[in-house]
């Protein structure tokens, strides 16, 4: 199983108008979506304002399990687009348990 969390909020402008969070968001909820829709994997947990927190459901097999490293990739590589282009905006913690 696997588990991924999206935390927090930036509160540098008005609700709705912040283009960090907008981003931040949009990025951690397509990610999520991707694992359910185009890997086929179910997800249990919760998101809601200001926290995404999911883990799947079963284990992954090796196809799935590469779609998953691809997709985490990608959201990081968005993520790290975002503090190239706005600063050290979003902090960055992966944590690894096998």
Known sequence: MK???????????????????????????????????????????????GLINLSTAEEAGAESAEGLRLLTASVRLGFTSINEKYGEVIKIIETIKD
């Open 3 to 49: 588990s991924f969390v999206f935390s927090g909020h930036d509160n540098s402008g008005p609700r709705g108008e912040n283009v960090i969070c907008a981003a931040a968001s949009a990025l951690a909820l397509n990610f999520s979506q991707s694992v359910v829709k185009l890997l086929k994997l179910r997800l249990t947990g919760e998101i809601k304002e």
